[in-house]
C-alpha cells in the first residue's frame, strides 16, 4: 500500500507571496492532519480535515487554510508569506479522526517551505 | 492544554547497548493515546510504538519497549541492542484530543560504532 505523499517536495518563495502544499493519505485514511516543523518551535498542529470538514485547528493566523476534497486528498494554503513560515511541512493520515480510537498518523515525507 | 515534555534534547549510546529516552506530559484527560515516533536524518516521521492509557500493560515492539506511569505522566521509551539504523531524533508525542497530536521538542539519539 502506497504511504502519504506530498507535493512539492522543495518550495522556495519570496515574502508576500502565497503557497499551495498538497497531500495525499494512504488509500483508505479519511482523515488528514497538517503539522508545522520549525528548529525553534519544534512540531505543531496546523489542522485537521475528515470526511471534508476541518474538524480541529491549532494556533495559526489565518494566512494558513486548508481544505479536503472528496476523495480524502487535502491542500493546504498559505497566503502573504512571512520569513517566519519557513519550514518542514508535515501531513499525516489516519482512519479516524483524532480522538475517536485510533489515532494512528502515518506521515509523509514533508514539503521543505522556504521564504526569501 | 496538554504538553510533552522531552528533557534530553540528546543522547549518545554505544551499539548493542541499551538507552532510555524520557518522556513526561500533562493532561486532565483520563483516556488518551501516547506515540513514540522517529524521524530519521532523511525527515520521514515513523511510529515506533504506542500505548493506550487505558491499558496498564506496558507495550513492546521487538527492541522498543515503554515504561508508561500513567499516575506519574511518564512515558518512557527502551531501546534495547542498539544499531546503528536507530540513529535519528525521536518524538514523544500525546493524541486524542481535539488539538491533533502534541509533541515534545525531541531528543537526538546518537549512536556510537
Known amino acids: 500500500k502506497a504511504g502519504v505523499t506530498q507535493t512539492p517536495r522543495y518550495l522556495i518563495k519570496t515574502r508576500g507571496q502565497q503557497v499551495t502544499l498538497s497531500c495525499s493519505p494512504i488509500s483508505g485514511h479519511r482523515s488528514v492532519s497538517w503539522y508545522q516543523q520549525t528548529p525553534g518551535q519544534g512540531l505543531q498542529f496546523l489542522f485537521e480535515?475528515?470526511?471534508?470538514?476541518?474538524?480541529n485547528k491549532g494556533n495559526f493566523p489565518g494566512r494558513f487554510s486548508g481544505r479536503q476534497f472528496s476523495n480524502s486528498r487535502s491542500e493546504m494554503n498559505v497566503s502573504t508569506l512571512e520569513l517566519g513560515d519557513s519550514a518542514l511541512y508535515l501531513c499525516?493520515?489516519?482512519?479516524?479522526?483524532?480522538?475517536?480510537?485510533?489515532?494512528?498518523?502515518?506521515f509523509g515525507p514533508g514539503t521543505r517551505l522556504t521564504v526569501l | 492544554a496538554q504538553t510533552v515534555t522531552q528533557s534530553q534534547p540528546e543522547m549518545s549510546v554505544q551499539e548493542a547497548e541499551t538507552v532510555t529516552l524520557s518522556c513526561t506530559y500533562d493532561?486532565?484527560?483520563?483516556?488518551?493515546?501516547l506515540f513514540w515516533y522517529k524521524q530519521p536524518p532523511s525527515r520521514q516521521m515513523i511510529l515506533v510504538i504506542r500505548?493506550?492509557?487505558?491499558?496498564?500493560q506496558n507495550a513492546t515492539e521487538n527492541r522498543f519497549s515503554v515504561n508508561f506511569q500513567k499516575a506519574a505522566k511518564s512515558f518512557s521509551l527502551k531501546i534495547s541492542d542498539s544499531q546503528l539504523g536507530d540513529a535519528a531524533m525521536y518524538f514523544c508525542?500525546?493524541?486524542?484530543?481535539?488539538?491533533?497530536?502534541?509533541f515534545g521538542k525531541g531528543t537526538h539519539l546518537i549512536i556510537q560504532p
Open positions: 508525542a500525546y493524541g486524542g484530543g481535539a488539538d491533533g497530536l502534541t
Open positions: 480535515y475528515f470526511s471534508e470538514t476541518q474538524r
Open positions: 493532561t486532565s484527560e483520563s483516556d488518551y493515546y
Open positions: 500505548q493506550e492509557a487505558y491499558k496498564q
Open positions: 499525516a493520515s489516519s482512519l479516524a479522526p483524532d480522538g475517536l480510537g485510533n489515532n494512528e498518523q502515518f
